[in-house]
Nanobody
Framework: QVQLVESGGGLVQPGGSLRLSCAAS????????MGWYRQAPGKQRELVAT???????SYADSVKGRFTISRDNAKNTVYLQMDSLKPDDTAVYYC???????????????WGQGTQVTVSS
């Protein structure tokens, strides 16, 4: 069983910064993609950023230039550095991963439990 555990959420003022972490544990052979989604109250879950096993990154237009995704393969951890935060960034942020647990195994999707980010003065 693979678990994804987020940390680093909290309350921050507009213009401030937060760094989210997502640590994966369990029997993991390979990660294909890791990333972050978010869901604000009354809205659908949306993609924020992803990073592939080759470290190719992609971002939602709304966070480009403000958020940076990175990963530490040795620690099976993905990070989201969020700068210049805005009230519209307020949401529950979910870690996401596509991985396999053995050679030739079927890629599987996994989600973390979510961490709240609130941007408010």
């Amino acid at each position: 069983q693979v678990q994804l555990v987020e940390s680093g959420g909290g309350l921050v003022q507009p213009g401030g910064s937060l760094r989210l972490s997502c640590a994966a544990s369990g029997s993991i052979f390979r990660f294909y993609v890791m990333g972050w989604y978010r869901q604000a109250p009354g809205k659908q879950r949306e993609l924020v950023a992803t990073i592939t096993s080759g470290s190719n990154t992609s971002y939602a237009d709304s966070v480009k230039g403000r958020f940076t995704i990175s990963r530490d393969n040795a620690k099976n951890t993905v990070y989201l550095q969020m700068d210049s935060l805005k009230p519209d960034d307020t949401a529950v942020y979910y870690c996401y991963a596509v991985y396999s647990t053995n050679i030739g195994g079927t890629p599987t999707q996994g989600w973390g439990q979510g961490t709240q980010v609130t941007v408010s003065s």
